[in-house]
């Protein structure tokens, strides 16, 4: 009788820490859809001006060899200067669809770091997220 | 290269991949090969593609099916080093060898296919130790039966070298290989299936994102064919779920049937230096 009330409490427990999960997980996802979303707009509003203004679907530029980070800094000192031209808007989108899993890791990090209380996993999702921000620091 | 012929291309991967649940990528990057792109950058897009779906679809999954945090974070610690070993990889490798593997996987998914077979749900109550100290359990109210469930993940060793694997498939491929880590979180290591879909979901997401990442740094990021791809895989993905629930599962199956044979064969061929 016992241990049939540890496991149902257990179980209760278990699915408290789900739903308390799954209520910033939802949130989150909300986050993410809206990210691409954004992107998505992004993405159309600059084949659009490019078309309208180069007569061409294909934006034509490159991505030079260069990480993320720098990608992202380049993009929003172009936009911060006023130099906006359909090839930003598109940079723009890929930079914002890119950020959105590094969000979801971050969003997890805090979340266990100080809504559950977590040592072990908040290590382990800093271990992913600095993994993660290595590759997007690479040369 | 035309964006148009891209753009269709992208909906019908996005479209399958959504209505069959085994990704876009894997028929996407072949056909935008057999359209004359180079196959590194077809995996590059392909990549950054996945994201898309992925974050896309987060917010679907989490609705009635619920995401194991903890599970999804292990694993993904082996899963992304796996990728970002794969996309280095395949950023060395010679062109010949990746079509040979990609008509290697396509076909092995074609035999996965034919010879699906529903599996008995058995879900985990043993656990090891390992798993245990991983808090790698949980439970959660079932909409759909309207019970608490409970499960165990086990094996949690076993899973995080087979989630490495899968990492370093993802980042070779540029592809989301969802099926694969489905098939992991399942079998080997016994979770329910709605965690299996959503927790698969997390991790495919920043997989690809650390895959795409090293892809960008190499410069193999096309914005040209991104802006098309993206387009039209989102929007594919999109009808196909609007779609999903009115042609059968046996339609959808007999159509990727056909489609990865296809597929796989040219690439085969294409490995072995024959061009049709």
């Known amino acids: 009788m016992i241990e049939d009330s540890k496991h149902i409490h257990a179980a209760n427990e278990n699915v408290a820490e789900q739903e308390s999960m799954n209520s910033m997980d939802v949130l989150v996802g909300y986050i993410l859809l809206i990210g691409v979303l954004v992107s998505v707009l992004l993405i159309i509003a600059g084949t659009v001006w490019n078309w309208l203004s180069a007569q061409s679907l294909t934006t034509q530029f490159t991505i030079s060899g260069e990480n993320y980070f720098g990608f992202l800094i380049s993009s929003l000192h172009q936009l911060l200067t006023g130099a906006i031209r359909p090839q930003l808007l598109i940079s723009l989108g890929i930079v914002t669809l890119m950020?959105?899993?590094?969000?979801?890791?971050?969003?997890?990090m805090v979340y266990f770091a100080f809504v559950a209380r977590n040592l072990k996993y908040t290590l382990f999702t800093l271990v992913v997220f600095s993994i993660l921000t290595y590759s997007l620091f690479l040369r | 290269m035309s964006f148009e012929w891209v753009f269709l291309i992208s909906i019908a991967a996005g479209f399958v991949g959504a209505m069959s649940g085994m990704g876009g990528g894997i028929i996407l990057i072949p056909a935008l090969t057999l359209l004359g792109l180079d196959i590194k950058h077809s995996i590059a897009v392909s990549i950054v593609s996945v994201i898309a779906t992925s974050s896309g679809s987060a917010s679907a999954y989490v609705r009635d099916k619920i995401t194991n945090l903890k599970v999804g974070m292990f694993l993904e610690m082996f899963t992304i080093v796996g990728a970002i070993a794969g996309a280095a990889i395949t950023l060395a490798s010679g062109q010949r060898f990746l079509y040979l593997l990609f008509g290697i996987v396509l076909l092995a998914s074609w035999v996965?296919?034919?010879?699906?077979?529903?599996?008995?749900?058995?879900?985990?109550?043993?656990?090891?130790?390992?798993?245990?100290?991983?808090?790698?359990?949980?439970?959660?109210?079932?909409?759909?039966?309207?019970?608490?469930?409970?499960?165990?993940a086990n094996r949690a060793h076993f899973g995080a070298l087979l989630m490495f694997g899968?990492?370093?498939?993802?980042?070779?491929?540029?592809?989301?290989?969802?099926?694969?880590?489905?098939?992991?979180?399942?079998?080997?290591?016994g979770l329910p299936p709605k965690v299996s879909t959503t927790t698969s979901n997390l991790i495919i997401g920043v997989t690809a994102l650390a895959g795409a990442s090293v892809y960008l740094a190499a410069g193999m990021v096309d914005p040209g064919l991104i802006a098309p791809v993206i387009l039209g895989v989102v929007t594919g993905a999109f009808l196909g779920t609007k779609v999903l629930v009115r042609i059968s599962n046996q339609t959808v199956r007999n159509v990727f049937l056909v489609v990865l044979i296809v597929l796989g064969l040219e690439m085969l061929l294409r490995g072995f230096g024959v061009r049709l």
């Open chain 2, 166 to 189: 899968a990492g370093l498939v993802a980042g070779l491929l540029g592809i989301g290989a969802g099926a694969l880590k489905v098939l992991i979180h399942d079998l080997v290591m």
């Open chain 1, 99 to 108: 950020f959105t899993p590094y969000l979801r890791v971050a969003a997890s």
């Open chain 2, 112 to 152: 996965a296919l034919l010879i699906q077979r529903r599996m008995p749900e058995k879900i985990g109550t043993q656990q090891d130790r390992f798993s245990k100290w991983l808090e790698l359990s949980g439970s959660y109210y079932d909409q759909a039966s309207r019970e608490t469930i409970s499960y165990k």
